[in-house]
Every structure is written in structure tokens, then in C-alpha cells.
């Protein structure tokens, strides 16, 4: 798949440079920095800065949480446009914390772009796009719960982004990864609220 059009470097480009702008980036500046890539970038980054060592901060996962969840509905609903409410366009992020984690994104970026693109249309169209949002919506909701938990929040965010990176580059056999991916994060939220009671102290 080497023919891709280097959409997740460009993504990791444009987020570079809005981080470079001031010594804080707030989330409304990082969407209008994905112009007109669509709903794919707004999920995919997001979950994808929570993997990183941005993710590790007390909070941030459920907070981040919350914007995929925003983003969610509105694809539910078939919105074409995006829309954020201010008390979360207006938060930020460091943007030295931001050019670092865009950094380390950059290698697995450009793996991405080289071997990912458009296939298995049948599983990108805009009813399977809405189903990936619902489910989207019910891993967000585990979020809260696993961040108690080191890193366990990286198991619904891994599926997210592999949604939203489906969208971004159109590939259908990553849209069906994060439906496989949906159910292993499923398991992990189950093992940790329901099987460890030495987590959970039940």
C-alpha cells in the first residue's frame, strides 16, 4: 500500500505547527488545524495523544474521553460539520508537551501512510462509519473507570484510534481491527471492574 498519500504525516504536520504558534495550544486551535480532513484526524488524535506520554497525566484520559465522546454523537447524528462548546475548545495543552509527543509519533506515522490506505470500501461507507461511532461512544465510557488502573485506559483508546485512523485514510480492514479491538477492550474493562478485586477492592 505504498501508493497512500502521506494523510497521518500531514496530520502530525499540521499539529506541529499550531503547537509552534504560542506556548499553549488549546483543543479549538488543534481541530481547526485539521481543516477539511473530516471526523477521522478528531477521533484518531485524540486517542492516540492519550497512548502517549501526555496520556499519563491524572485526568487526561477521561478528559480526552469526553471529546471523542463529543465528536461520537455528532457522527451518530450524521452531522457533516464539528462543534465543540467552549469550556473544551478553550482548555490547552503545553505545546512543548505537544511537539514532543508529535515527535514520537512521527516514525509510527510514516509506517502508517506506507502500508494503510484505501480498501474494502463496503466497511468505510457513512451507516458503518455511525455503528463505529456507537461503539466509540461505549468505550469512551470505560475510560473513567480503567484509568484507576496504570495504562489499562490504552486498551478502548487503541480502538478508537484505529477507527478513526480508518476513517482518515478510508481503510476497511482497520475499521474491522477496531471492531476486533472493541471486544479485547471489553474484556479488559470486564477482568479489571468485575475479576480483580484486589484493584477494585471487591
Known amino acids: 500500500m505504498t501508493e497512500n498519500t502521506h494523510a497521518v504525516e500531514d496530520i502530525l504536520d499540521r499539529l506541529d505547527d499550531a503547537a509552534k504558534q504560542s506556548d499553549s495550544v488549546s483543543v479549538g486551535r488543534l ?9 477521522g484526524p478528531l477521533l484518531f488524535i485524540p486517542a492516540i495523544v492519550e497512548v502517549s506520554p501526555i496520556g499519563g497525566i491524572p485526568g487526561v484520559p477521561t478528559f480526552l474521553a469526553l471529546i471523542i465522546a463529543l465528536f461520537a454523537v455528532q457522527i451518530l447524528a450524521g452531522r457533516d460539520s464539528m462543534w465543540l462548546p467552549s469550556f473544551v475548545s478553550n482548555r490547552s495543552v503545553s505545546s512543548g508537551k505537544m511537539q514532543g509527543a508529535m515527535d514520537k509519533m512521527r516514525p509510527l506515522g510514516r509506517w502508517l ?6 480498501r474494502l470500501s463496503s466497511l468505510t461507507t457513512r451507516w458503518v462509519r455511525r455503528i463505529s461511532a456507537a461503539v466509540i461512544l461505549m468505550l469512551c465510557a470505560l475510560v473513567p473507570p480503567l484509568e484507576l488502573v496504570p495504562f489499562a485506559s490504552t486498551a478502548p483508546m487503541a480502538a478508537i484510534a484505529m477507527f478513526g485512523l480508518s476513517m482518515t485514510l478510508r481503510d476497511g480492514l482497520l475499521m474491522a481491527i477496531g471492531f476486533a479491538l ?3 477492550a471489553a474484556g479488559v474493562c470486564a477482568y479489571f471492574l468485575l475479576g480483580s478485586g484486589t484493584v477494585f477492592g471487591g
Open 113 to 118: 501512510d506506507r502500508w494503510f490506505g484505501p
Open 182 to 184: 472493541s471486544l479485547g
Open 31 to 39: 481541530v481547526e488545524a485539521f481543516g477539511g480532513r473530516g471526523w
